[in-house]
């Protein structure tokens, strides 16, 4: 099982990024996979997860109506716009193999994370 996250970079507040995450060694079809991020001296938390039906649970209410997630198998995307200060972190995506979706963090499978950085 491997994950892989691209996409991050330096971005002007109210700028767009697209995150993705190419998985290996399982079918996204089939299982929950979460976008979770990590500020600089604080805690990783959850952002959003999808289940392999498609669903999504937004778990931040400061990135809803900003951040879409959505997967094409093998790859999961995190389109973030309306980009602000805050949501500057590296960017993880991360799995369990479970159908359940759950912002805990205690997931079996991560990737190498991506810095998002938001500054003028």
């Known amino acids: 099982v491997q994950l892989v996250e691209s996409g991050g970079g330096l971005v002007q507040p109210g700028g767009s990024l697209r995150l993705s995450c190419v998985a290996s060694?399982?079918?996204?079809?089939?299982?929950?996979i979460n976008w979770f991020r990590q500020a600089p001296g604080k805690e990783r938390e959850g952002v959003a997860c999808?289940?392999?039906?498609?669903?999504v649970i937004y778990y931040l209410d400061s990135v809803k109506g900003r951040f879409t997630v959505s997967k094409d198998s093998p790859t999961l995307s995190l389109q973030m716009n309306s980009l602000k200060p805050e949501d500057t972190a590296v960017y993880y995506c991360?799995?369990?193999?479970?159908?359940?979706?759950?912002?805990?963090?205690?997931?079996?499978?991560w990737g190498q994370g991506t810095q998002v950085t938001v500054s003028a």
């Open positions: 991360a799995t369990d193999l479970s159908r359940i979706c759950s912002k805990s963090t205690l997931k079996t499978y």
């Open positions: 999808i289940y392999s039906s498609g669903d």
């Open positions: 060694g399982f079918r996204l079809d089939f299982v929950a």
